[in-house]
């Protein structure tokens, strides 16, 4: 799983803090349990937008080669109709130098 991403992280402790005090605020509860269901109803909350908030474009060696005049896979040497991309080895990944 991928790491939240920074707006991810703000938006949902905004949501957290926000709608906790929002809830306390209309429910005037004060046993225990209310405030309980209340922050558990605020984290379930904030998690759900932190997980809806739209993450970055990945940038990076592997998304600059899938720009214009980049080798496909039916042209990279993968069979025609996988659409996978040509398996690597570790030598091919980091070469050793002696």
Known sequence: MPRP???QLAYGSATV????I?????????TG???????AAALALG???ALTV???KRRGRHAARTGAGAPTASTAGAAPGTGAPEPRTASA????HH
Request: no cysteine; charged share 5%; aromatic share 0%.
């Open 5 to 7: 991403t920074a707006a």
């Open 33 to 39: 349990l209310g405030v309980a269901v209340v922050s």
């Open 47 to 49: 998690l759900l937008v």
């Open 17 to 20: 803090i926000v709608s906790t």
């Open 93 to 96: 990944e980091h070469p050793v």
């Open 54 to 56: 739209p993450a970055p």
């Open 22 to 30: 929002a809830m306390l605020l209309l429910s005037q509860t004060s």
